[in-house]
């Protein structure tokens, strides 16, 4: 009773001074942190929003699963009383595991280039691009708290610790976006982060809307995780180990850092319950990195390796004989007239894929929902796109293979929860309650 009272009085203080902190530590304890995201429709990125700088203003961000921070554009339009550059040998660069100190010495210093400072190697995953001299820095934050249920007080974070870039990295990022807020597993992402300052687990769980107009959510802590109607999606996950990658993957694999990335053992593929004949060598994550299947929304669709590509497209279209192909719509290779298919609660009657996990019962099966993107009016696709002869990572789960399924991330424990289709549940990722109790 007494810390029920406690914290609604602390909300009515937050709401009256938007101000939640004293002393630079948070005296209210969330469960969780919330982050809405909407899909961008021309370019099919993730994007949340922040308030961060002093005073605050809302950056737009997007979502970048395995990334290894939270990184914007601080070359143009970057004012704050309290940026602060991280200082060499500090608290802050060793829990970013800088690459470099450095004195820049531009007079005089601003964002991006300061004496004594620590830098690191932020990528912007759209553009398949990095950058090796990010400065460290820390600023101001305020993000929305939640009790798994609904938003509840806005939270500052004084000394949120970024990485800043100059603005060609932010090329290719969706319109109005300043930047990407890294999920990765490492210390300064931003569950890792602020699961140190709020005290919460290192667990996040992203659920990523198929609509470009209504909201999907990423909650940072651990569950519930509820979605309207009232269904608790943390109560019913299948789990899988997250592997790790002793090689950095994205873009900066030769920082001698284990990937910050999220890899899952896929061990076969089926379709209509068939196996694919794969070669099971690139399924395997080798000793330089090489192989394996990860995660990531830097992708908007799977991208598998050449063979596994032209083996899955190939079963998949024996398995859908029925239905004649269409002329192919690029980026897709498998396409189909959308009249010569029926639909389902989760989504186009089309077979399932299978990504047969640790052993034969543990599957994440896809639905055509995710399997499939109408391309226009008339056709509708295989939503995988080749990747080459010998990408790093054999196959990259994209974007729209995980909308609508509840995705979480435990990584002390190193395991992904994963709830399938969220349609079968009668619910979406659009149905968090972002209406804040009264
Ligand atoms: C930066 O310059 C200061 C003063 O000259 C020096 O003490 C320090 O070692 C330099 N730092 C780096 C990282 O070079
Ligand atoms: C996958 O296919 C193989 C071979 O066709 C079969 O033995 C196995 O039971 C299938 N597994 C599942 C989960 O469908
Ligand atoms: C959403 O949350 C608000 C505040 O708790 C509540 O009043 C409302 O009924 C909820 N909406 C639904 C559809 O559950």
Not at 148 to 157: D, E, F, I, S, T
Not at 306 to 331: C, D, G, M, R
Not at 372 to 385: F, H, R
Request: aromatic content about 10%; some cysteine.
């Amino acid at each position: 009773m007494a810390s029920y009272h406690g914290n609604l009085l602390y909300y009515f203080l937050c709401l009256l001074f938007f101000v939640c902190v004293s002393n630079g530590q948070s005296s209210f304890k969330p469960k969780g942190i919330i982050l809405p995201v909407i899909k961008d429709s021309s370019t099919l990125q993730y994007v949340t929003q922040i308030n961060q700088r002093t005073p605050f203003v809302p950056v737009k961000l997007s979502i970048h699963l395995g990334g290894q921070t939270l990184w914007v554009d601080c070359e143009q339009g970057y004012v704050s009383s309290t940026y602060r550059s991280a200082i060499c040998g500090s608290p802050e660069c060793k829990i970013a595991k800088p690459n470099i100190c450095e004195n820049c010495t531009d007079n005089p210093p601003r964002p991006g280039c300061n004496l004594n400072a620590c830098f690191n190697t932020p990528e912007n995953p759209f553009i398949n691009t990095l950058y090796s001299g990010g400065e460290i820095a820390v600023d101001a934050l305020s993000i929305q708290s939640t009790d798994g249920v609904n938003p509840g007080p806005v939270l500052k974070v004084p000394n949120f610790i970024f990485t800043c870039v100059p603005s060609f990295l932010a090329e290719g990022l969706a319109s109005g976006v300043k930047g990407t807020a890294g999920l990765g597993r490492n210390d300064i992402a931003l569950p890792s982060q602020l699961a140190r300052v709020f005290g919460f687990p290192r667990k996040f769980a992203i659920c990523l809307s198929s609509s470009t107009s209504s909201r999907g959510v990423v909650i940072l802590g651990d569950g519930p995780y509820i979605m309207m109607p009232n269904i608790d999606i943390s109560k019913n996950l299948i789990y899988t180990p997250l592997l790790i990658n002793k090689v950095g993957t994205g873009y900066v694999p030769y920082l001698n850092e284990p990937s910050s990335e999220y890899f899952i053992g896929v061990k076969a593929i089926n379709i209509s319950g068939k196996a694919v004949p794969i070669n099971k060598k690139l399924l395997a994550i080798d000793k330089n990195g090489f192989g394996g299947t990860k995660i990531s929304t830097g992708k908007p669709y799977t991208v598998m390796q050449t063979s596994i590509y032209n083996a899955v497209s190939k079963a998949f279209a024996e398995a859908l004989a029925n239905v004649p192909k269409v002329p192919p719509v690029a980026p897709f290779g498998t396409c189909y007239s959308s009249k010569r298919i029926g639909s389902t609660v989760v989504g186009p009657a089309v077979p399932s894929i299978d990504l047969i996990l640790q052993t034969q019962r543990v599957l994440w099966r896809i639905f055509g929902a995710n399997s499939m993107v109408q391309v226009n009016k008339d056709v509708i696709c295989l939503g995988i796109v080749d990747g080459g002869a010998s990408p790093m990572t054999s196959i990259v789960i994209g974007g729209h293979q995980i909308e609508d399924n509840l995705l979480q991330f435990d990584i002390p424990n190193s395991r992904l929860g994963f709830s399938s289709s969220l349609l079968f549940s009668q619910t979406t990722c659009a149905n968090f309650n972002f209406t804040s109790r009264a």
